[in-house]
């Protein structure tokens, strides 16, 4: 299954390209949008996503569903990224050194269960 | 089980079935667990019914929705009685199975892909909370140990078994900084509530003191990372702010009420984004006693999610029933709230994407 717009940016990210979505106001919003989540703007422009982001907060997974079952434990954390949140499986540190404030960088990996792509935080 | 709920329902209010107009069935992820998606006539031929029957999703708060959409028809004059509340069925699947089908009401491609589960999404605004505003894991099994105290004499909760705080500290971690006891468990359960209009009641004499004079419907983004905070919940605010305005009271008028805790976390964001609270006052108040049956304004006398019992689309229709109960003087722990007048329901779905508040008062 494809799932438009999104298989395409997380590729984009994994190749250092990651982008968000501009509107003329300045809020940033992630694909698939046609229009601006905040203000309704139809004009949205591909804009550079910023290449460190920080955790903003995180859980570390000890249950997870079947499509994680060779996960756990992982860590899920939301990091800030300008003006766009991205949600993520933290890579690169131990579950116990991941902290708010952690600065990551966004990356393409695969889920080692299902194989699909995933969106990776990984430690700067 | 939603017959049974229904049968219930009809006995309390006296209602014939016969005078039903419509059936507002909520439920969630009956197309997973049970491979029966239009459950809702099948749901009225249960309990004796031809008449139009609507299936209401919107995740754990489905009930609420379709409780709400009752009110709303009646207040129209399109009906004057409904027959609203949801059914759930999870215990026939595995922990697994119960994590994948919960968590589909998070965002699929940037929350469910990313390993957010049910209880890591709360996780995550537990960790923002304290972050933001403090409090620890303690303050958080106050809030469970509370509400398995009130479950105790609710012959209709999951869980008659009293916890202590270093229980719940020392459980299991399900989703850091959530353990067992900060989770609701899964349930099979049904909720059925009859709603009428007052020209029904007051021509058929019927004993109804308790109505809904308020309610209201609040949304957000879906997934956690489009919002503006996530230590706060505005579509609880939202619902609230309507439902206040409807009923003509305000949070301060409140004598009781029944908050979607789906987590011991999910309480503290639901009573601050209802007014009792300001934003990071919450989180002490079960530990404060502010809130426990004895406490100003008793929180989830019923048990709450946690320990009555979270049949998600069920729910909505279950704080219904319960609060009814506890404000016309029938409930096991109505004696706490004697002289209450006014209580709040607040049904909320994923992570307060959606959020569904009814005031009802009663009659004294
Ligand atoms: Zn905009």
């Known amino acids: 299954m494809t799932d438009a717009g999104y298989d395409e940016w997380l590729d984009a990210v994994g190749e250092n390209e990651g982008y968000y979505l501009e509107c003329p106001e300045g809020h940033g919003a992630l694909p698939p949008r046609r229009v601006c989540p905040e203000c309704a703007a139809a004009d949205l422009d591909r804009a550079a996503l910023p290449e460190s982001g920080?955790?903003?907060?995180?859980?570390?997974?000890?249950?997870?569903?079947?499509?994680?079952?060779?996960?756990?434990?992982?860590?899920?954390?939301?990091a800030e990224f300008g003006p766009v949140r991205l949600t993520g499986v933290v890579r690169g540190t131990d579950p116990e050194d991941v902290t708010v404030d952690t600065p990551v960088e966004a990356d393409k990996g695969t889920n080692e269960t299902t194989g699909e792509g995933l969106l990776v935080l990984r430690v700067r | 089980m939603f017959a049974e709920a229904a049968l219930a329902a009809r006995t309390d209010s006296s209602v014939p079935v016969d005078d039903v107009e419509e059936i507002n069935y909520g439920n969630f992820m009956g197309s997973l667990a049970e491979r029966q998606g239009h459950q809702a006539p099948l749901m009225a031929e249960m309990i004796g019914s031809?008449?139009?029957?609507?299936?209401y999703e919107e995740a754990c708060a489905s009930a609420g929705v379709a409780i709400r959409e009752a009110v709303r028809s009646?207040?129209?004059?399109?009906?004057?009685?409904?027959?609203?509340?949801?059914?759930?069925?999870?215990?026939?699947?595995?922990?697994?199975?119960?994590?994948?089908?919960?968590?589909?009401?998070?965002?699929?491609?940037?929350?469910?892909?990313?390993?957010?589960?049910?209880?890591?999404?709360?996780?995550?605004?537990?960790?923002a909370y304290f972050d933001r505003f403090g409090g620890e894991r303690?303050?958080?099994?106050?809030?469970?140990?509370?509400?398995?105290?009130?479950?105790?004499?609710?012959?209709?909760?999951?869980?008659?078994?009293?916890?202590t705080v270093e229980e719940a500290l020392d459980a299991p971690m399900v989703s850091e900084p959530l353990g067992l006891f900060d989770a609701c468990p899964v349930t099979d359960g049904a909720s059925a509530v009859v709603l009428v209009s007052e020209e029904y009641a007051a021509a058929n004499d019927l004993d109804a003191p308790v109505s809904v004079t308020g309610s209201?419907?609040?949304?957000?983004?879906?997934?956690?990372?489009?919002?503006?905070?996530?230590?706060?919940?505005?579509?609880?605010?939202?619902?609230?702010?309507?439902?206040?305005?409807?009923?003509g009271v305000t949070a301060d008028a409140v004598d009781l009420v029944e908050v979607h805790?789906?987590?011991?976390?999910?309480?503290?964001?639901?009573?601050?984004?209802?007014g009792f609270y300001d934003p990071g006052e919450g989180i002490g108040a079960a530990r404060r006693g502010e809130t426990?049956?004895?406490?100003?304004?008793?929180?989830?006398?019923?048990?709450?999610?946690?320990?009555?019992?979270?049949?998600?689309?069920?729910?909505?229709?279950?704080?219904?029933?319960?609060?009814?109960?506890?404000l016309r003087g029938d409930h096991p722990n109505s004696e706490y709230v004697e002289n209450a007048t006014v209580g709040v329901t607040h049904n909320a779905g994923g992570t307060v994407a959606s959020a569904v508040v009814h005031v009802l008062e009663v009659d004294r």
């Open chain 2, 50 to 55: 031809r008449c139009s029957a609507t299936r």
């Open chain 2, 138 to 163: 303690e303050d958080l099994a106050h809030v469970a140990m509370k509400n398995h105290d009130n479950a105790m004499p609710n012959e209709y909760a999951q869980f008659h078994r009293e916890i």
């Open chain 2, 74 to 127: 009646i207040r129209s004059g399109e009906n004057d009685v409904v027959l609203a509340g949801g059914c759930e069925r999870m215990t026939n699947l595995s922990t697994a199975e119960v994590t994948e089908g919960l968590s589909t009401a998070a965002d699929d491609l940037y929350e469910i892909r990313a390993g957010v589960t049910f209880p890591g999404a709360y996780a995550l605004m537990a960790r």
């Open chain 1, 54 to 78: 920080t955790v903003e907060t995180f859980t570390v997974c000890h249950v997870a569903g079947p499509s994680f079952a060779d996960e756990e434990p992982y860590v899920t954390a939301i």
């Open chain 2, 292 to 326: 426990t049956a004895t406490g100003e304004r008793p929180v989830n006398l019923s048990g709450g999610l946690k320990a009555k019992g979270h049949p998600v689309g069920a729910t909505g229709g279950s704080q219904i029933a319960e609060m009814t109960r506890l």
């Open chain 2, 216 to 247: 209201g419907q609040g949304g957000d983004s879906l997934a956690l990372q489009n919002r503006k905070q996530l230590a706060v919940t505005p579509a609880t605010e939202r619902a609230a702010a309507e439902a206040y305005e409807d009923a």
């Open chain 2, 261 to 274: 805790d789906c987590f011991t976390i999910a309480e503290v964001l639901a009573i601050e984004g209802l």
